[in-house]
């Protein structure tokens, strides 16, 4: 093939244009939608099971800490309700209740189960994920013993809720923790 270059025609006569027919533009656009509408569902079950076994996971640390906590100093540490501030909302350790803003742990010194902050000392506080919702079904507080049991009766199972989707904690007697099914 020839190609023929007048004087006055420069180089800009071999340049092609640069761009995008409208057609590559919309299979481009439908292409991507497709993608975009197929992806969406499962990464919002994938970012609301990472929710739930942060949650899950933080917890079950800060159950262990405790257990560990009490057997080390030979007196009780209470896991309690948080109030979101800086102190446990009460010392009810009856009904299920919903632990909305988190998990406080304190080292008891004097066994009376409540917060003294002359005395106590606060270990940790855990807050917990707002979109999901963590029900204890002992109440307020589970306290640990010297000897790393639950107090009488302490046993009990933590749920994580979100949705339709529930992970639980299931703390014995013995004061163990493990994952529910």
């Not at 029900?135 to 107090?151: F, H, I, K, P, Q």
Request: net charge negative; with cysteine; aromatic share 8%.
């Amino acid at each position: 093939m020839d190609v023929f270059l007048s004087p006055r025609m420069g180089k800009e006569a071999l340049t092609l244009d640069k761009g995008f027919t409208l057609f590559e533009l919309l299979l481009t656009l439908s292409i991507l939608t497709l993608l975009i509408t197929v992806i969406t569902p499962s990464f919002s079950s994938f970012l609301t099971q990472s929710q739930l076994t942060a949650d899950q996971h933080k917890l079950q640390s800060l159950l262990s800490l405790a257990r560990m906590q009490a057997v080390t100093e030979g007196n009780y540490a209470v896991v309690c309700r948080w109030d979101g501030v800086s102190s446990c909302t009460g010392f009810d350790s009856s009904n299920t209740l919903v632990w909305s803003r988190g998990a406080l742990v304190f080292s008891d010194k004097n066994n009376n189960r409540q917060l003294d902050p002359s005395s106590d000392a606060v270990l940790r506080i855990v807050e917990f994920s707002t979109q999901n919702q963590v029900t204890w079904n002992r109440g307020e507080l589970l306290v640990y013993e010297s000897d790393g049991s639950a107090l009488g009766g302490s046993n009990g199972t933590f749920s994580i809720i979100q949705g339709d989707q529930i992970l639980t904690l299931v703390v014995s007697l013995t004061g163990r923790v493990r994952r529910g099914a």
